[in-house]
Nanobody
Framework: VQLQASGGGMVQAGGSLRLSCAAS????????VGWFRQAPGKEREFVAT????????QYTEAAKGRFTISRDIAKTTANLQMNSLKPEDTAVYYC?????????????????WGQGTQVTVSS
């Protein structure tokens, strides 16, 4: 499967962005899709994940209450709605996918990765 992330940009603190991850080449049935981010000088970290079949979700603590992960089955696209953005959310955001049951929160659990999309939040 190929993944294409989009939707990044520059916003002021308190603003919103919606990231999308479009999949092609293979169905996402029985897959989990995740969003990760990497800030300058920091390691890549987990943000949110969703199971494609049942839409079960899991978030990092920093994302809970502000970010919402969803999937559009017809468009084979996973979305990350980010509200109340903070400067510390500034990072390159990556989407990833892997096949098999259950949620995945670790980088090592994902086989397929899209290119990153830059999110910059100014104070």
């Amino acid at each position: 499967v190929q993944l294409q992330a989009s939707g990044g940009g520059m916003v002021q603190a308190g603003g919103s962005l919606r990231l999308s991850c479009a999949a092609s080449g293979r169905s996402l049935n029985n897959a989990a899709v995740g969003w990760f981010r990497q800030a300058p000088g920091k390691e890549r970290e987990f943000v949110a994940t969703i199971t494609w079949r049942y839409g079960i979700t899991q978030y990092t603590e920093a994302a809970k209450g502000r970010f919402t992960i969803s999937r559009d089955i017809a468009k084979t696209t996973a979305n990350l709605q980010m509200n109340s953005l903070k400067p510390e959310d500034t990072a390159v955001y990556y989407c990833a996918a892997d096949y098999g049951p259950g949620l995945r929160t670790r980088i090592s659990e994902y086989t397929y990765w899209g290119q990153g999309t830059q999110v910059t939040v100014s104070s």
